[in-house]
């Protein structure tokens, strides 16, 4: 079976990113598999090593770095790096499935370009900066510092959304899912060379 195809979706945290890849990533007709990223942020409650990231000492990612274990890398907030692990992307291409990569903007563009007609770049939004604080804060999950931070990187991330192949405004989440879906779709089952339109 030839290589599986990349799906980047990059979107602020917050968007509704991984409530809408969860959805799509059910329809098992499109093969697809999560990377895992590595990351040496704090494990959240509800996470778990090795299923949601492999978390890594600063020290056990800078190890990975020198022995040249990753496609790309971010230092995605200061002091927290997240990066894709060549060994993800060969499992799940061993395994003849397509890989869905969640990561920033600045690593999703790079990978693009190694990638090109082989990899589809998607940008999800939130309808505004407001509502992305909102949904931040009635998440729960972060301090009042760490939701800034992201707002902040929002701000910026959205500055790069031009960049993408599609970009899809999640205001209301159900058409948010189906126009992923859609676009996804289209693309896991084009020719391999067809570029997105
Ligand atoms: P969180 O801490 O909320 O899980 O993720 C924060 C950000 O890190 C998200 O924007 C996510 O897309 C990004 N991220 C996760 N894994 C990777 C990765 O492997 N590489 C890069 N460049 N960014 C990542």
Do not use: W
């Not at 991984?18 to 959805?23: F, H, P």
């Not at 309808?127 to 009635?138: G, T």
Request: proline fraction near 3%; hydrophobic fraction near 40%; aromatic fraction near 8%.
């Amino acid at each position: 079976m030839e290589t599986g195809k990349l799906i980047i979706i990059s979107a602020p945290s917050g968007s509704g990113k991984s409530t809408i890849i969860n959805e799509i990533i059910k329809d098992e007709s499109l093969r697809l598999s999560f990377s895992i990223s590595a990351t040496t942020r704090p494990i959240r409650r509800g996470e778990q090593d090795g299923v949601n990231y492999y978390f890594m000492t600063p020290e056990e990612f800078k190890a990975a770095i020198a022995a040249d274990e990753f496609a790309e890398y971010q230092e995605v907030y200061e002091g927290r790096f997240y990066g894709t692990l060549k060994r993800e992307i060969e499992r799940i291409n061993a395994e003849g499935r397509n890989v869905v990569l969640d990561i920033d903007v600045l690593g999703g563009i790079n990978v693009k370009q190694m990638y090109g007609d082989h990899a589809l770049a998607l940008f999800i939004q939130p309808p505004s900066i407001e509502i992305l604080r909102h949904r931040l804060l009635s998440r729960g999950t972060d301090s009042v510092e760490e939701i800034e931070r992201r707002v902040n990187k929002a701000e910026f991330e959205l500055g790069y959304a031009d960049q993408y192949d599609c970009v899809v405004v999640n205001d209301v989440l159900r058409t948010a899912i189906d126009e992923t879906h859609e676009i996804i779709s289209r693309f896991v089952n084009a020719p391999a060379s067809a570029s997105q339109s």
